[in-house]
């Protein structure tokens, strides 16, 4: 039963997975009177714009050498173009459906729901975008992220990730810029589709923040699959390569691809781009993929005492309460941890917390990740060089061929890695760079969050033959630091 003084319980803004999970334990487990406001489609950046649709893609890509790969095990298969007009239709309806799945849990539990944007009028009213107010006892805002641009002139002329679901065709060529999980993931789907993919990143080596042998490994397999990848290098300058008559012309290729961007004034071409080392060339598309910003302008948030951040992120303390005590926050607009699943456990947490009667703080501790270039990418607790700052540790890492691709002649290396405390034996860190390391770092992660001791690996046995047996038959480290 909802507070006689307001019309909700809870009002949560905003139906992606966090905001979604909040407000239906919310209402079907503790009997609240939830309402939740999404101005967009349900489901959020993962189900609708991120996760989902690009692990698609990833699985699309990566078929491109199934077929060279099977003739090296006695398969004669044929290989034919592939088809992004009827993939791009089953992503279509698989998202519907998805989305179909959201609403109808939200229905279920009792919770009622408004197709509107919503904005706070004050500590206990949500303003919707109809000019209807509606009071709740509490507040959730879980609005998520969003890509932005460069501040560069035309940078209108290049793509963000949230469009790439929805091109009309693949471009011939296409130059992404940044340097993040989201720039090589797209740079892998794209190239595994056929595209020749140009990468510009502005820093020493690709995924900042990782560990530095592993996304070593990453870069080096990038170039290997043809991912022309340039480090130390941005962007300056573009401009429609028709505007530039003297500078290189578009091929007959990317001139009739037309590129599918389109300027404010509806003009769309292949572009051209000046970099930072003085080199200029014209592709069919950019993308930008160089960050993201919590989806919190224009809210009221500030005008009733919400403190935010620099780029915007809203500031919430262990339970995820702001400073207006009425008015909670999870997910990516607090920008803790951006990940789905870390937004789920904040939206349990705060339910726990408020209508549960029992205060539980988010763990944001020895969260495993995974990121889906080709080979993946697995990683969970510290990086060797985050390790040896804080203490001495030991090194245990092996990179091999692993036998699948090394019987088919191919020359994929894969990585697993630990990083042992030397005073407690304590595994502080586990890298795996292979295919489906995002499936192996999940059962690693539960080794790692546990605390297990090097000697604890030592002591499971083999599966044999796996990659992942590595990780319990490294028995010397290969250096310490």
């Not at 340097?179 to 892998?188: D, K, L, P, S």
């Not at 009733?304 to 915007?312: A, D, Q, S």
Request: proline share 4%; aromatic share 6%; charged share 25%.
């Amino acid at each position: 039963m909802a507070d006689t003084d307001f019309d909700y319980d809870l009002f949560v803004i905003g139906g992606g997975s966090g905001g979604v999970r909040a407000a239906r334990v919310a209402a079907g487990e503790y009997g609240a009177k939830v309402a939740l406001a999404e101005d967009d489609r349900y489901g959020g950046t993962c189900v609708i714009r991120g996760c989902v649709p690009k692990k698609l893609m990833v699985f699309a890509s990566t078929y491109s050498d199934v077929v060279e790969e099977a003739r090296s095990y006695g398969w004669d298969h044929r290989q034919g173009p592939f088809d992004w007009q009827d993939f791009r239709g089953r992503l279509t309806q698989e998202l519907d459906r998805l989305e179909g799945v959201y609403r109808k849990l939200l229905a279920n539990s009792g919770v009622e729901t408004f197709d509107l944007r919503a904005r706070l009028k004050d500590a206990h009213t949500v303003e919707l975008a109809d000019g209807t107010t509606k009071t709740a006892k509490h507040i959730l805002v879980a609005t998520g992220g969003h890509p932005v641009r460069p501040d560069l002139p035309n940078a209108e002329l290049g793509i963000v990730s949230d469009d790439i679901f929805h091109l009309d065709q693949l471009p011939k060529s296409i130059l992404i810029i940044g340097g993040g999980y989201i720039a090589c993931e797209f740079a892998c789907i794209l190239r595994g589709l056929g595209v020749e993919v140009t990468q510009y990143y502005r820093g020493a080596q690709i995924l900042r923040g990782f560990d530095d042998e592993a996304r070593g490994l990453v870069a080096e397999s990038m170039r290997d699959s043809g991912i022309d990848l340039h480090t130390g290098t941005n962007i300056v300058e573009m401009a429609l390569a028709e505007d530039r008559k003297d500078g290189p012309q578009p091929t007959a290729s990317a001139a009739s691809m037309g590129a599918g961007v389109k300027q404010a004034a509806g003009r769309s071409g292949p572009v051209w781009v000046k970099s930072t080392n003085g080199g200029e060339k014209v592709f069919d598309m950019v993308l930008f993929a160089t960050g993201r910003d919590p989806s919190s302008k224009d809210m009221g948030l500030e005008e009733i005492g919400v403190t935010l951040g620099r780029r915007g992120e809203i500031k919430v303390d262990e339970y995820s309460q702001t400073g207006v005590p009425s008015v909670y926050a999870i997910g990516d607009v607090t920008d803790r941890v951006n990940l789905t699943p870390v937004a789920i456990r904040e939206g349990m947490a705060f339910v726990e917390t408020v209508f549960g009667g029992n205060p539980t703080p988010v763990d944001h501790d020895l969260i495993p990740s995974a990121i889906f270039t080709q080979p993946e990418m697995g990683t969970v607790g510290l990086s060797e060089e985050e390790a040896r700052d804080r203490e001495p540790v030991e090194i245990y890492c092996t990179s091999f061929k692993p036998m699948q691709s090394a019987f088919a002649g191919k020359s994929d290396r894969v990585l697993m890695k630990l990083v042992v405390s030397r005073e407690t034996r304590v595994v502080l860190g586990c890298h795996i760079v292979a295919p489906n390391a995002g499936e192996l770092i999940q059962m690693a992660g539960i080794a790692v969050k546990a605390k297990l001791t090097k000697e604890q690996f030592d002591a499971t046995c083999a599966v044999h033959p796996t990659m992942s047996e590595e990780l319990v038959t490294m028995r010397k480290p290969v250096r310490t630091a």
